[in-house]
Antibody, heavy 123, light 109 residues
Framework: QVQLVESGGGLVKPGGSLRLSCAAS????????MSWIRQAPGKGLEWVSY??????TYADSVKGRFTISRDNAKNSLYLQMDSLRAEDTAVYYC??????????????????WGKGTTVTVSS | EIVLTQSPGTLSLSPGERATLSCRAS???????LAWYQQKPGQAPRLLIY???SRASGIPDRFSGSGSGTEFTLTISRLEPEDFAVYYC??????????FGQGTKVEIK
């Protein structure tokens, strides 16, 4: 079945780095756009980053510190997180992004989510 | 930047009752860019509604979405025990980028 599984979370000191992974299965990964979304403890959802096969975008809160990438041969999505801050503490989810024409309209939504991996930034 | 504001923050209802959740945008949002998600404690969000009113695959028909412009609504016609959760609206924007409302918690009264 269609599945996303995140890994790589953990405890890291402020200023440190961490690399998250998201393994996709059950669908043709290379055909799909992907995103990372995070949720700080007790808070709401915050979009972090997005990637296609040709480009990427970032939320202002992580721009210049986080780098999203993908390896279609390995059906995997990554998030390299550098210069981590306490406010980056959150559960990080990867999600499949649908952006498609269903004439006459263009739609965008996230239809498959992983269970998340927890990142804690603390000294 | 278009901000989404959800109300109420918490909705206290009994099973079988109707729930009406609001999502208000600071500027007009194309309906096809508006989605709703459900999140239960300790779980990932689940897509309920996309395009403001289209139910995602496997979503019961007691869930419905409506609205346009700056006002959108998620309605649960008759609450089942498994519907008590937090609900988020989401909009797609330029760059591309996405933003979520702050969420509405539907709790058992």
């Amino acid at each position: 079945q269609v599945q996303l599984v995140e890994s790589g979370g953990g405890l890291v000191k402020p200023g440190g780095s961490l690399r998250l992974s998201c393994a996709a299965s059950g669908f043709t990964f290379s055909d799909h756009k992907m995103s990372w979304i995070r949720q700080a403890p007790g808070k709401g959802l915050e979009w972090v980053s997005y990637i296609t096969n040709s480009g990427s975008t970032y939320a202002d809160s992580v721009k210049g510190r986080f780098t999203i990438s993908r390896d279609n041969a390995k059906n995997s999505l990554y998030l390299q997180m550098d210069s981590l801050r306490a406010e980056d503490t959150a559960v990080y989810y990867c999600a499949r992004v649908r952006m498609e024409w269903l004439l006459p309209n263009y739609y965008s939504y996230m239809d498959v989510w992983g269970k998340g991996t927890t990142v804690t930034v603390s000294s | 930047e278009i901000v989404l504001t959800q109300s109420p923050g918490t909705l206290s209802l009994s099973p079988g009752e109707r729930a009406t959740l609001s999502c208000r945008a600071s500027q007009s949002v194309r309906s096809s860019y508006l989605a709703w998600y459900q999140q239960k404690p300790g779980q990932a969000p689940r897509l309920l509604i996309y395009g403001a009113s289209s139910r995602a695959s496997g979503i019961p028909d007691r869930f419905s979405g409506s609205g346009s412009g700056t006002e959108f609504t998620l309605t649960i016609s008759r609450l089942e025990p498994e519907d008590f959760a937090v609900y988020y609206c989401q909009r797609y924007g330029s760059s591309p980028s996405w933003a979520f409302g702050q969420g509405t918690k539907v709790e058992i009264k």
